[in-house]
């Protein structure tokens, strides 16, 4: 078995700062990409940051410049350190992972269960 959870959500208001944490735990052997999408009521999930294992990363336009995604591969946990946020990042917000549970298995693609963040004007 393999979870990923995240953490860190939480209400602020607009100009503030949240953490957010994504631990992966259970049967891993290795972890590729690291993913933030983060989906608002009546709209489709939107892929927000992308982390790979050697630590280059991605950033939607409306993140980019405020948002900042990193992980620490020896703990097997992403961070999204959300700065400057605004009403419209009020989401949930899910971590997702491509991870492979033993040496020669295919890399299997996992999802958390999701953390709010509410952000008030």
């Known amino acids: 078995q393999v979870q990923l959870v995240e953490s860190g959500g939480g209400l602020v208001q607009a100009g503030g700062s949240l953490r957010l944490s994504c631990v992966a735990s259970g049967s891993i052997f290795s972890i590729n990409a690291m993913r933030w999408y983060r989906q608002a009521p009546g709209k489709q999930r939107e892929l927000v940051a992308t982390?790979?294992?050697?630590?280059?990363?991605n950033y939607a336009d409306s993140v980019k410049g405020r948002f900042i995604i990193s992980r620490d591969n020896a703990k097997n946990t992403m961070y999204l350190q959300m700065n400057s946020l605004e009403p419209e990042d009020t989401s949930v917000y899910y971590c997702?992972?491509?991870?492979?549970?033993?040496?020669?298995?295919?890399?299997?693609?996992?999802w958390g269960q999701g953390t709010q963040v509410t952000v008030s004007s």
């Open positions: 982390i790979a294992r050697g630590g280059i990363t």
């Open positions: 997702n992972a491509d991870i492979q549970r033993a040496t020669g298995r295919t890399f299997m693609n996992y």
